[in-house]
């Protein structure tokens, strides 16, 4: 049984805006991609890295060996699809699907969700606890909506782990419009189950993420 991972990083960064495909950004000397990698290398043992099609050699100089690379498609839904068809993966191997823009998530979130796969569960996702108080979108108007019990909430992270016939099983028959691939795979049936996540696994998506991500790099290059 092979513990496998696609890193997910063929998106544009539109929000963040950089001259570079987001997951090419260099913190503290190295890309996030290359992060990512590493991060998880430390957990499984085959990666691929689904990159933008234009951009695949630099994608190959950032991770420099430690991931295979292989153009993504125009949804994330698609680039994970196009990782998990470049692992071969066996029906037993466990595999984790994680974003690049999660850089710096702890890996010992990583090796719990594999912990609870290996467990009996069929999928496995980090989640944190809301921290700002919810209401539902406002009307036309703008009248807010009613405030929503944010203990009845959690925000998601990846990576998302599964027994790879699970996730193979959700790419092929779960609906298009799912927004990660747990929900992919619960929507038919499988058992997710949760693991505590990181606050090191937020998204890198905006400007204002990138402080945080150099002080978590210097921090994790410091000697
Ligand atoms: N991703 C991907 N293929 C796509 C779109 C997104 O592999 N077609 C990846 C991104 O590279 C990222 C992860 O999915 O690592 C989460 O997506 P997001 O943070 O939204 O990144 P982008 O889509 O690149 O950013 P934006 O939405 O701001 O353009
Ligand atoms: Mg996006």
């Known amino acids: 049984m092979t513990i496998a991972a696609v890193v997910t990083a063929a998106g544009s960064g539109s929000r963040l805006g950089a001259d570079v495909p987001k997951a090419l950004l260099h913190v503290e000397g190295r890309a996030l991609v290359a992060w ?18 234009a951009h695949l050699s630099a994608f190959e100089e950032a991770v420099d060996g ?20 470049a692992l071969a993966l066996d029906d037993d191997d466990i595999v984790l699907i994680h974003d690049a823009a999660r850089a710096f998530q702890d890996p010992s979130v990583a090796a719990a969700t594999v ?11 980090p989640v944190l606890p809301v921290v ?8 036309p108007d703008g009248s807010v909506g009613d405030p929503v019990d944010r203990e009845a909430f959690r925000a998601v992270q990846t990576p998302q782990t ?10 092929r028959r779960g609906s298009a419009g799912a927004t990660d691939d747990a929900s992919l795979a619960r929507e038919l049936g499988y058992r997710i189950v949760a693991v505590d996540g990181h606050e090191w696994g937020f998204k890198v998506t905006r400007p204002s993420d990138l402080p945080l991500a150099l002080s978590i790099a210097a921090q994790l290059e410091a000697p």
């Open 115 to 125: 912990r609870a796969v290996q467990s009996g569960a069929d999928g496995a996702i």
């Open 132 to 139: 700002d108080t919810l209401v539902t979108a406002p009307g």
């Open 162 to 171: 599964f027994r790879a016939r699970v996730a193979l099983d959700a790419h």
């Open 66 to 85: 430690a991931a295979r690379v292989v153009a993504g498609g125009d949804t994330r839904q698609d680039s994970v699809a196009a990782g998990l068809a």
């Open 36 to 53: 990512a990698v590493s991060r998880l290398g430390e957990i499984a043992e085959a990666v691929v890295v689904t990159a933008p099609a």
